[in-house]
């Protein structure tokens, strides 16, 4: 069964911090990843994808990838209350279909 | 809008009864996924087609399920006689051929089922 783990939260961080959002997964060949965020009643909205070892950066996102550790994170810097939702990791298998993890939600407190 | 439409939005029915959702993928986007998502839990996969053709369905899709995209671009699931835990919010997401940027899937809206 191949699994991606995150950690339920809630992460609590005061607005202007830096959240840090963790997913391990177990399958060793998954090439791609992704972070969604979700609004409490809304669907996922894809924010970042990482495809190689490393860090990538869009705007006050980075993500992180260690391959060898199995290890994907989020980094949201100068966080904001609209930022507050649920982060979804995801991870495409050998085939097409996105395995998820059942996320971590995020509160910015004001 | 040019993003993934989903059709109802919410969807009340009784245990037993049928129901049929749509889903309009974006323009040009050959592959088209459906998934469920339940309470404080990450989507799961149903089942995707790439054009026309269903390449993959989980396990979860039981015999009430059926999936089709008969010409290649929108998509419905039907679920025959209902049963409480089919109550869900169904999510469709959809993605465009080629190399990486292929693997990014966009979701619609959802329709939202409750089973009475």
């Given at each position: 069964?191949?699994?991606?783990?995150?950690?339920?939260?809630?992460?609590?961080?005061?607005?202007?911090?830096?959240?840090?959002?963790?997913?391990?997964?177990?399958?060793?060949?998954?090439?791609?990843?992704?972070?969604?965020?979700?609004y409490?009643?809304?669907?996922?909205?894809?924010?970042?994808?990482i495809?190689?070892?490393?860090?990538?950066?869009?705007?006050?996102?980075?993500?992180?990838?260690?391959?060898?550790?199995?290890?994907?994170?989020?980094?949201i810097?100068?966080s904001?209350?609209s930022?507050?939702?649920?982060?979804?990791?995801?991870?495409?298998?050998?085939?097409?279909?996105?395995?998820?993890?059942?996320?971590t939600?995020?509160?910015?407190r004001? | 809008?040019?993003?993934?439409?989903q059709?109802?939005?919410?969807?009340?029915?009784?245990?037993?009864?049928?129901?049929?959702?749509?889903?309009?993928?974006?323009?040009?986007?050959?592959?088209?996924?459906?998934?469920?998502?339940?309470?404080?839990?990450?989507?799961?996969?149903?089942?995707?087609?790439?054009?026309?053709?269903?390449?993959?369905k989980?396990r979860?899709?039981?015999?009430?399920?059926?999936?089709?995209?008969?010409?290649?671009?929108f998509?419905?699931?039907?679920?025959?006689?209902?049963?409480?835990?089919?109550s869900?919010?169904?999510?469709?997401?959809?993605?465009?051929?080629?190399?990486?940027?292929?693997?990014?899937?966009?979701?619609?809206p959802?329709?939202?089922?409750?089973?009475?």
């Open positions: 069964q191949k699994e991606v783990e995150q950690n339920s939260g809630p992460l609590s961080v005061p607005e202007g911090a830096i959240a840090s959002l963790n997913c391990t997964y177990s399958d060793r060949v998954s090439q791609s990843f992704f972070w969604y965020r979700q409490s009643g809304k669907s996922p909205e894809l924010i970042m994808s495809y190689s070892n490393g860090d990538k950066e869009d705007g006050r996102f980075t993500a992180q990838l260690n391959k060898a550790s199995q290890y994907v994170s989020l980094l810097r100068d904001q209350p930022d507050s939702a649920t982060y979804l990791c995801a991870v495409k298998d050998s085939s097409y279909k996105l395995i998820f993890g059942s996320g939600r995020l509160l910015v004001p | 809008d040019t993003g993934v439409s059709d109802p939005r919410h969807k009340i029915t009784k245990r037993g009864q049928n129901v049929t959702f749509r889903c309009d993928p974006i323009s040009e986007h050959n592959r088209l996924y459906w998934y469920r998502q339940t309470l404080g839990q990450g989507p799961e996969f149903l089942t995707y087609f790439q054009n026309e053709a269903q390449l993959e989980s979860l899709l039981s015999d009430r399920f059926s999936a089709e995209r008969p010409k290649g671009s998509s419905t699931l039907e679920i025959q006689r209902t049963e409480q835990g089919d869900a919010m169904y999510l469709c997401a959809s993605s465009a051929p080629g190399t990486r940027s292929g693997d990014e899937q966009f979701f619609g959802g329709t939202r089922l409750t089973v009475l």
